[in-house]
């Protein structure tokens, strides 16, 4: 059978059996798993570049050898050691060979359900380093409830798991990481992982991840932001050239789609010196929607390279404090995106708590990201958005070149309609701007001109206060690259 003919529905093992089947040339498992056990190891249990001595009994003498380690992240899932006996030479311990752990696959009992693909026979106990993510099944009861009594494995399904290593996309940001992978029928996942995860993998792999992040922090979101991201570079760049396969132009919405839908896994936890912690388990599958809007934000930054501004315009939503870099308002925007809620009020805390302090206002082409946004996702008129960037930047040059800042605070903190109209009406008088009146509809339910009012109010705080920094501080309008982590 080969070892695509049958999925698990678990996406690490079905993963695994990807990497196997890859790893194989399309060959069937052997009788014997462990010399696979053992060419995965070759793999991943690898030369640090550091050498130590060891004590060669037979010859009677102190002998170099390259130390090896468990490749980063994978160490953290393997916690198999090679106790091998020391002997003191001048006072000093040497081992009397270089370790080798051993990792195997000794499926004992008969008659024993694996589960993972209800296979019948001998099985293993389930290792970290066959499934890495047994969690505690009170916080994770959905996704994987009979943990509690420690799960079993047929022996094609363990050395899956263990192979599964080489599958996923990370990112490393201090003690916390990042664990992507996609999930579908294994004959279409082998496909993606051929046209999408591996060319990822090999543009990067260092300490810090195996794929080029335009940005990254400690929180889920912005990381899978991130990601998604560089996918949809390479999908727009294959697609501008004319040869999209077909599992991409699923991801596009080109065509449709043949199978299981493609869902990417995404787990984020912490290392905390003795074991890896899930924080959090999330699965995304909006795919198409989000290229969809990826394109429209490129033809609208239409400049020399949109998808740099793209990557700039979210990689701003930073602060340095001392030390640490807080990115929380990236996550904010980037989950309420991914969601499909409303970014802006975000946007809005960033401009007036970050941006004042920092003196720089909102970097070129965000507000054109945003404004598409608000058009495509948040369905507001084309027309009010407009009316909006246009009042707002007029408020916010006048109030800039009156040093009226308290006006937009005013406006920010305005609490519910009336009081939104009440600063309108302050504005008026105080900046001597006439007010839109299309701003002044007030509909039933608290809506202006066919929105919301809070949303309305957002809006105009954000081109407003953007407005202001432009003219006060010109020059510092942020094109910079912004400091990462
Ligand atoms: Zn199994």
């Given at each position: ?19 196997l ?28 570049g ?5 004590w060669?009994?037979?010859i009677?003498?102190?002998?170099t050898?390259?130390?090896r380690?468990?490749k ?5 899932f393997?916690?198999v ?16 060979r ?6 195997q ?5 008969k ?39 420690g ?5 094609r399904c363990?050395v ?64 899978l ?5 560089c996918?949809?570079?390479i999908?727009r ?5 004319g ?15 043949v199978?299981?839908?493609i ?17 959090a ?27 740099r501004?793209l ?13 640490s870099?807080?990115?929380l ?16 009020p ?17 970097s ?11 058009q ?26 009156k040093?009226?800042m308290g006006?937009l ?37 608290e ?5 919301p ?11 407003a ?19 990462e982590?």
């Amino acid at each position: 059978m080969s070892l695509l003919e049958k999925a698990t529905g678990n996406f690490w093992i079905d993963n695994g059996l990807v990497a196997l089947h890859r790893m194989l040339g399309g060959a069937d498992l052997p009788e014997d798993v462990n010399t696979v056990v053992q060419q995965i190891v070759g793999r991943i249990y690898v030369e640090t570049g550091k050498t130590a001595k060891y004590w060669d009994k037979a010859i009677g003498e102190l002998l170099t050898y390259n130390k090896r380690n468990w490749k980063e992240p994978t160490g953290l899932f393997i916690s198999v050691v090679d106790a091998v006996p020391k002997v003191e030479i001048e006072g000093k311990q040497y081992y009397t060979r270089p370790p080798e752990p051993k990792i195997q696959i000794q499926p004992k009992g008969k008659n024993q359900r694996c589960d993972f693909c209800g296979a019948l026979g001998a099985t293993v106990d389930a290792k970290l380093y066959l499934f890495p993510f047994v969690v505690d099944p009170g916080k994770f009861g959905n996704f994987y409830s009979s943990a509690r009594r420690g799960l079993k494995m047929c022996p094609r399904c363990a050395v899956a798991g263990f192979a599964a290593f080489e599958s996923w996309l990370w990112r490393r940001q201090g003690n916390t990481y990042h664990f992507f992978l996609f999930h579908t029928d294994l004959d279409r996942l082998d496909a993606l992982q051929n046209s999408l995860v591996l060319p990822l993998q090999q543009e990067a792999e260092g300490r810090s991840g195996n794929f080029n992040a335009p940005f990254f922090g400690e929180y889920p979101f912005e990381n899978l932001f991130g990601l998604l991201l560089c996918l949809f570079a390479i999908i727009r760049q294959r697609e501008s050239e004319g040869h999209l396969d077909p599992i991409l132009a699923e991801l596009t919405g080109a065509q449709a789609v043949v199978g299981s839908p493609i869902v990417l896994y995404t787990i984020s936890g912490a290392y905390g010196g003795q074991s890896f912690s899930m924080r959090a388990l999330n699965q995304f599958d909006r795919f198409q929607p989000m290229y969809r809007l990826y394109c429209r934000w490129l033809e609208r930054l239409g400049t020399e390279n949109p998808h740099r501004t793209l990557e700039q315009v979210f990689r701003q939503f930073q602060h340095r404090r001392q030390q640490s870099v807080e990115t929380l308002w990236r996550e904010q925007i980037c989950r309420a995106i991914l969601q499909q809620a409303d970014p802006m009020p975000v946007v809005e805390s960033f401009l007036y708590d970050v941006s004042v302090e920092t003196r720089r206002a909102l970097s070129y082409g965000t507000l054109e990201v945003f404004q598409i946004y608000s058009q495509e996702v948040m369905k507001m008129e084309e027309k009010l958005l407009n009316i909006l960037s246009g009042f707002g930047y007029h408020l916010g040059s006048q109030a800039a070149q009156k040093s009226e800042m308290g006006l937009l605070y005013a406006l920010r903190n305005a609490k519910n309609l009336d009081q939104f109209l009440e600063v309108l009406n302050q504005i008026q008088f105080t900046l001597e701007m006439t007010i839109n009146p299309e701003l002044l509809r007030v509909e039933p339910n608290e809506r202006i001109a066919g929105a919301p009012w809070n949303r309305v109010k957002t809006l105009l705080a954000i081109h407003a206060m953007n407005a202001y920094l432009r003219t006060k501080y010109p020059t510092s309008t942020a094109t910079s690259e912004g400091g990462e982590p």
